[in-house]
C-alpha cells in the first residue's frame, strides 16, 4: 500500500484515479487546487504524486518544478497525466523532473503498471546478476598419439 497524491481539477478524473488506486490497495488523496498542491504534499508526505499538467493557477509543469526544488519532496516520483500530447511534451515534462508520462483518456492497464513502476524501489547495483559468462570449456585438446617409437 502506498500513499499517492493526486493533483487534477476535473472532477470525473479524480474519482477515477482514486477508484483505480484504491482498488489497487492504496491510499489516495486528491487536490483539485494546484495552489495547495505542495502544502498537501508536504503534509501527506506521498509516495507518489499524479499530477495533471492543465491545471489552473499553477501548472502541472511548475508544479513538477516545485516539488523537485522542495528539500522535503525532491525524491518523491512523479507521474505525470496530460490531455494534450504536442510534440516535445515529454521532453518537458519529464526535463521538469517528472519520471513518467501518461496520456488522457488514460489506459487503465497502463495507469496502474505505470503506478506500479514508480512505487518499486530501484534496484541496487550490487543486486543485479550478471549473467556467469560460460569459461572456456577445458577440451583435453588433441591426444598425442602416434610417433610412438618402438624401442628395439
Ligand atoms: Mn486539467
Known sequence: MAKILIVEDNALNIKLFCD???AHGHEPEAVTDSRNALDAARSF???LVIT????PHVSG???IRMIRGDDQLADVPIMAVTAYSAQGDEERIRGAGAQAYVSKPISVARFAQTVDELLQP???ESEIEEPLLNEAEES?????SGGEQAES
Request: proline share 19%; charged share 25%; net charge negative.
Open 20 to 22: 483505480l488506486l484504491a
Open 45 to 47: 508526505s506521498p509516495d
Open 52 to 55: 495533471d499538467i492543465q491545471l
Open 61 to 63: 509543469l511548475d508544479l
Open 122 to 124: 530501484p534496484v541496487e
Open 140 to 144: 583435453p585438446g588433441p591426444t598425442e
